[in-house]
Structure formats: structure tokens, C-alpha cells
């Protein structure tokens, strides 16, 4: 027998027009290449996204199109995350950080049609046009005023809907329609598509919300500094205006320590999210400055492992709340996060850092387990090690185009190539990638607690830790630092900061200096280089 409950499906339009009726007086304040301070209401933003929605139909595209984006979070990137999604086309949101080659890849692989561009990407996209034939159209995001010469034919965002009406009637479609594109810019190979639906970003969003989640309400102000282009900024360009949550939007100042103080503290805002290494230019230049964030309240802060030193300076220089998130770009992304237990609340400082810089805890719709290389769950000890698998309803079944050739999908669950452990509690840690994983006589060690711990270093700004072939254990590891400007520090000093705060047989066997390490474009660590570039590094006999 079926239930007997309406049948309307979740699409994202239907955020939008919760947010005109409920909330159109929320705020979104944004920087923006053409001006410092953007101000206007949820109103204004939704109306706009249906201007946007009649001319983009103006331009007769296909349903299921691809429309991509090339821009920095502000109001007109809002837009057409809805103006988009909403008529029916899929916004495919690029990273600019991406090498030219993997533009070209992924430009001509999802057959973008309209390409939305923030001005300062404009020569990329000028230097790569002969590449992309996809391409019919090009929107900068911009007025007629700022729009740059270019060779592109390409027209400003605001003449491109200013001759187009707000009167539009969102359409109605299947809720597993896609609506959004992001690749993965993995280590290595081909970036891969993933294919959000209308259902997967409408759930994910209402889980965000959730107390224990993300915790969002219309009370709060959100600084989202992850960017819009990578995994829908964890989702809060969905999750602030089903509440009515006022949105700010850091532009192109995502990495400016000093522009996200001032827009922290002029704005009110009471949560911010980012990956550990915006949060490590802001809380550099707020210790360098005396400055006290006072109104921010806490920080949500995934992407890569936290160090223990960040949970600390959030509380104790500024009473923020670090909580740590972990997902994926395949799980659209959230996965778990951390909240401390009720029962953690008489704990010492210092034993609940232990628990905040794990991943945190599974929520609502994301079924977690570890397993050894034979498929078998382990134990949820807090001590047993696998390589963690998850299923749930904002997770990729596939890659866009990729038709089971990845290899990463068993029994309907899919591998993240994370190994992590789970507690009895519940909360997951990550130790390490598949491949970054370090065998030293059989036993794991954990590179990425030994980056954290050495990390806590005063002198050190960034550290890596990778595997290198040792003729008695299989492999050793080696700690690669960069040293904070200024600083001077040396391998013995190192190495007995560690001491102690790691097991004993954990030790590096060597320590080198660097002067940067190799990045991903979404700001990871490339180990796969270091890994070539040490490959017939000699530790120490
Ligand atoms: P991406 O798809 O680019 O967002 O990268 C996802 C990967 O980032 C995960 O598979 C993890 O390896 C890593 N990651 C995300 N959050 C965390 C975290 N809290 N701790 C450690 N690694 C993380």
C-alpha cells in the first residue's frame, strides 16, 4: 500500500521562491570585482535569477544543458546558481585555480555552452579560445561599465538580463534532473564530473541545516570562504535562504586575512566556513594585529585535517567554536561533523581537542564503514584502520560520462579513498588517502598526524609527510616543512617537539626544508610530487 502524500518534487527553484515569500528582506552582502560592498535582499537576488532565467531562454538551450561558471562567491554568482539550475540547465561551477589544460578538459568534456566569468578570468579564457568549441556565449560578471576589451564577443551581466522581465514561472521537472556540475581535481589523471540532482542538493541542504550539522538559522550571518566553485560552498548557497540567513560573500578576497577580519566583524557575521588554510591567514594577521573577532561565534572548517593549534587559537584568542567538517566533492560534500557529546562537557580543555580534530560524527543520511583491502568492516574502536566507504542520497552513484570505468563504486557503496577510523562514539578520523598511506613493517602510520602534530610547531607554516623506501621497514617517514617568514628552527628542534606528542616508532626518520610545497587547485598538498621529487631521497643510515 503506498502512503497517501503529495508527490512534489524537491527542486531548487522551490528554495527560491521559499526565500522571496518568506524572507525577502534577508540581506546578501558581497565584494565584488566592481564594487567593495554590494548590498540587497533575497528579494532582489531571486528576482534578478528569474531575469536571468528569461534570457537565458531567450538563447534556446536544451533542459539538461550545461551553463558554467568561472567566478568568485558574490550576489551575481547567487544568481545564477538559481537562474540556471532553476530553468532546468545544470550549472557546471569551475575552479580558476585550474591548470589551463584541465579548463580545456573539462570545458569541451561537459560541453558547457555559456561560460559566466568573473573579469579577472577573462584573459585565461581569451588565452584558451581556440580549445574550447563548446562555448557559444560568454557573460561577464560585471556591468556594461567594467566589461573589459576582449576578443570573445563576450557581453556584460547586467546588459545580458537587463532587457528581460522578473516574471517568471519556475518550471516543474523530475527532482533527479541534474542541477549542478563540479569535477574533482584529483592528484592525478583526468578531473572527474560530478552530477548533483535537483533531490540530492534540495536533502543535502535541509540536513546542513540540522542543530548538529551546520546549525544555520535566521539569526545567523554566514561567511561562506569556501568557494562557490568548488562543491557549491558546502551547500550554504542552498541551506542560508531556506531560513532566511543573511549571506556574506567574500569576492576575490577569499585568501586576504585583513578583508575577512573587517567583513567578519563589520558584517556581524556569527558563522564562517573554510578550509584550514584561509583560517591560518586570518588568524595570523588578527595575532599579528592584537584583534579579537567578537562577534563570530564558530567556524566550520573541513576540506583537509585540522591541527589541534587551530582549534586552540579559535577559543582561547577569539571564544570561536572550531568545528570540524569532512566530505567530498562526491558527497556533495557533507559527510560527517564534529560536536562534542553532552557527556564531553566536563572534559579538560586539552581531552576535548582530542575529540574536536577528529572528522566528527556521521550525520543524517551518510552510512559510514571501514574496511580492510578483503572488504571486511572493522571494528568501530577508535583503533582499527580501513579505507572508508559511504552510501547515502546526496552521494555520486557514477561520474558524469564515466559509466563505471572509475573503479570506485562496490555493492552500491562508494570508496572515498580516505582510511580513517570510527570510535565507539561515532566520531570518524581520518588518517590518511589510500595512497598517501605510509607502511613501515607492515604498521600504518598516520601522515596526517604527523603533519598536524608538526604543524603545532611556532616556527612551522606547512608540513608533509610522505613514505620513502627503507631496506629493513618498507618505508620510512620523511617530514618536508616550510618554515613562517621570519622564523628559523632545525631538524633536532623538530623532532624533539615531537617528542612525546607521537609514538615513538612515528618518528621521521628525516626532516627537509622547503621553501613551498606543491598544491592541488582546490589548495590540497600534491603529494604524488613530492613522492617523485624524493623518490630516491636517502635517509639518513
Ligand atoms: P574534495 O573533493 O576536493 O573536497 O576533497 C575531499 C577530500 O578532502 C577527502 O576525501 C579527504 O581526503 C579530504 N578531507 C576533507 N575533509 C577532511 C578532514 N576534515 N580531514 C582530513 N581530510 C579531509
Redesign the pocket.
Known amino acids: 500500500m503506498q502512503g497517501l502524500m503529495m508527490d512534489r518534487p524537491l527542486l531548487i527553484s522551490s528554495i527560491a521562491e521559499h526565500a522571496e515569500t518568506f524572507h525577502p528582506e534577508s540581506e546578501i552582502v558581497s565584494v565584488t570585482a566592481d564594487n567593495p560592498r554590494h548590498r540587497y535582499t533575497y528579494k532582489a537576488c531571486f528576482s534578478r535569477a528569474k531575469q536571468l532565467a528569461n534570457a537565458l531562454s531567450a538563447l534556446g538551450l536544451q533542459q539538461g544543458d550545461r551553463l558554467a561558471t568561472l567566478a568568485w562567491n558574490d550576489y551575481r554568482h547567487m544568481e545564477a546558481y538559481y537562474g540556471i539550475s532553476g530553468a532546468g540547465y545544470v550549472c557546471h561551477t569551475i575552479n580558476p585555480r585550474l591548470f589551463p589544460e584541465q579548463l580545456i578538459y573539462i570545458i569541451n568534456h561537459a560541453e558547457d555552452r555559456v561560460l559566466f566569468v568573473d573579469p579577472m578570468f577573462l584573459p585565461l579564457i581569451e588565452k584558451i579560445q581556440s580549445e574550447v568549441s563548446s562555448l557559444e556565449h560568454i557573460v561577464v560578471m560585471c556591468g556594461p561599465e567594467s566589461l573589459p576589451e576582449n576578443t570573445l564577443g563576450a557581453v556584460d551581466y547586467e546588459t545580458f538580463i537587463g532587457a528581460h522581465s522578473a516574471e517568471y514561472t519556475w518550471p516543474d521537472f523530475d527532482e533527479r534532473s541534474a542541477a549542478a556540475l563540479c569535477y574533482?581535481?584529483g592528484t592525478t589523471g583526468n578531473p572527474k564530473g560530478v552530477l548533483y540532482s535537483h533531490r540530492s542538493t534540495v536533502l543535502h541542504a535541509i540536513t546542513g541545516l540540522m542543530p548538529d550539522v551546520l546549525n544555520i538559522s535566521r539569526a545567523d550571518a554566514i561567511l561562506p570562504v569556501v568557494p562557490l566553485f568548488?562543491?557549491n560552498a558546502w551547500g550554504i548557497p542552498y541551506c542560508a535562504p531556506m531560513v532566511g540567513a543573511k549571506l556574506v560573500m567574500p569576492g576575490p578576497k577569499m585568501g586576504d586575512g585583513e578583508a575577512l577580519y573587517e567583513l567578519l566583524d563589520s558584517e556581524a557575521v556569527s558563522l564562517a566556513l573554510g578550509v584550514p588554510t584561509v583560517w591560518l591567514a586570518l588568524l595570523d594577521y588578527t595575532a599579528r594585529n592584537n584583534l579579537k573577532l567578537d562577534k563570530l561565534q564558530r567556524t566550520v572548517?573541513?576540506?583537509?585535517?585540522?591541527p589541534a593549534s587551530m582549534v586552540e587559537q579559535f577559543r582561547d584568542d577569539h571564544d570561536v567554536v572550531l568545528h570540524?567538517?569532512?566530505?567530498?566533492?562526491?558527497m556533495s560534500?557533507l559527510g560527517?561533523l564534529n560536536k562534542l557529546l553532552p557527556k564531553h562537557e566536563s572534559l579538560s580543555d586539552e581531552e576535548k581537542v582530542k575529540i574536536q580534530i577528529k572528522?566528527?560524527r556521521g550525520i543524517y543520511g551518510v552510512e559510514m564503514k571501514i574496511v580492510d583491502d578483503d572488504g571486511n568492516e572493522q571494528p568501530r574502536d577508535g583503533v582499527a584502520y580501513g579505507a572508508l566507504m559511504v552510501r547515502g542520497p546526496w552521494i555520486c552513484s557514477d561520474y558524469y560520462k564515466l559509466e563505471g570505468s572509475a573503479g570506485t563504486h562496490v555493492d552500491g557503496w562508494f570508496h572515498?579513498?580516505?582510511v580513517a577510523t570510527i570510535d565507539p562514539d561515532g566520531f570518524m578520523a581520518?588518517t590518511d588517502?589510500t595512497k598517501d598511506v605510509i607502511k613501515s613493517g607492515g604498521e600504518w602510520i598516520s601522515s596526517?598526524d604527523l603533519e598536524n602534530t608538526a604543524v603545532g610547531h611556532p616556527a612551522v607554516a606547512e608540513a608533509a609527510v610522505i613514505g620513502v623506501a627503507h631496506p629493513k621497514w618498507t618505508e620510512r617517514p620523511l617530514l618536508i616543512v616550510v618554515v613562517k617568514e621570519g622564523e628559523q628552527t632545525n631538524k633536532d628542534e623538530i623532532l624533539a617537539y615531537l617528542d612525546g606528542k607521537i609514538a615513538k616508532w612515528w618518528t621521521p626518520d628525516d626532516v627537509v626544508f622547503v621553501d613551498e610545497l606543491p598544491h592541488?587547485a582546490?589548495g590540497?598538498i600534491k603529494k604524488t610530487t613530492l613522492r617523485e621529487q624524493f623518490a630516491d631521497y636517502q635517509l639518513p643510515a
Open positions: 574533482t581535481s568548488h562543491v572548517v573541513g576540506g583537509a585535517a585540522v570540524q567538517g569532512w566530505g567530498m566533492t562526491e560534500p560527517t572528522a566528527g572515498t579513498g580516505d581520518i588517502r596526517i592541488t582546490t590540497k
